[in-house]
């Protein structure tokens, strides 16, 4: 029977060391990583802004993001908690602090992942809120004029999707082109007529545009389509009054 000899033993021990210790990293990186990205995310950042500690959440998502940076998810989630608290920030360069590092996160995911509908979708919907936010009206133009960009970005990605197409179109709003922004949510309600908020947004435009029948068409539709939504039902008693 062949059997190895105590030198044999001994440096077969000090090899399989050695490959331990080469292999450690790539199993760090590729397995404990991401678990504990997961965990962060997850149990740190969702119950830390369920419970309303949005900065919080910012640090959890924040580790997320480190732990796992390729993750568009954790970029979302941690642009988002960012975006709530530059919404409460009262102080405009603080504000604007917030809304710039949650803007290039999403920027840098959009650069980085050409081909994911979402970060040119949220990127532009920051933009476009940052906008709203924003009094110097320069500034402001430059914001949204970033948002319609993005939006266009993901309207490539994915031309037929009604959520993006009544975000782009509150961005034309935003700009003050009504036209524009009717003719989007017109789109979006021919490709699904069950969205209470294409319905609310494109009366809105119609009433922008000064023609208050048709808001008030838009309106019933809606309201007999989704005859459970109080939002339809509310805009519309509130249009029924308006009239007299």
Do not use: C
């Not at 490539?156 to 009717?182: D, F, K, Y």
């Amino acid at each position: 029977e062949d059997r190895w000899s105590p030198d044999e033993a001994q440096l077969a021990v000090a090899a399989f060391l050695a490959l331990l210790i080469v292999a450690a990293p790539a199993i760090w990186f590729g397995s404990f990583r991401p678990l504990m990205a997961d965990v962060a995310a997850k149990q740190g950042g969702y119950a830390l802004a369920a419970g309303g500690r949005e900065r919080a959440a910012v640090a959890a998502y924040e580790r997320a993001h480190r732990l796992a940076p390729a993750r568009v998810d954790y970029v979302i989630l941690l642009t988002g908690a960012l975006t709530v608290l530059a919404e409460s920030e009262e102080q405009p360069a603080a504000r604007d602090e917030l809304f710039g590092a949650a803007e290039r996160l999403l920027g840098d995911a959009r650069d980085r992942h050409p081909l994911d509908v979402q970060p040119a979708l949220n990127l532009g919907r920051l933009q476009a809120r940052w906008a709203t936010l924003t009094e110097d009206q320069e500034a402001r133009r430059e914001r949204i004029d970033r948002a319609l960009h993005n939006f266009e970005i993901a309207g490539r990605l994915a031309p037929n999707r009604p959520v993006l197409l009544n975000a782009h179109g509150s961005a034309w709003a935003i700009a003050g082109r009504p036209e524009e922004a009717r003719r989007l949510f017109e789109q979006s309600l021919s490709l699904d007529d069950q969205y209470a908020d294409t319905y609310l947004l494109l009366a809105r435009s119609h009433v922008e545009l000064g023609d208050g029948n048709e808001a008030l068409a838009v309106l019933e539709r809606g309201a007999q389509e989704l005859a459970k939504s109080a939002a339809l039902q509310r805009s519309l008693a509130n249009a029924y009054r308006a009239l007299g």
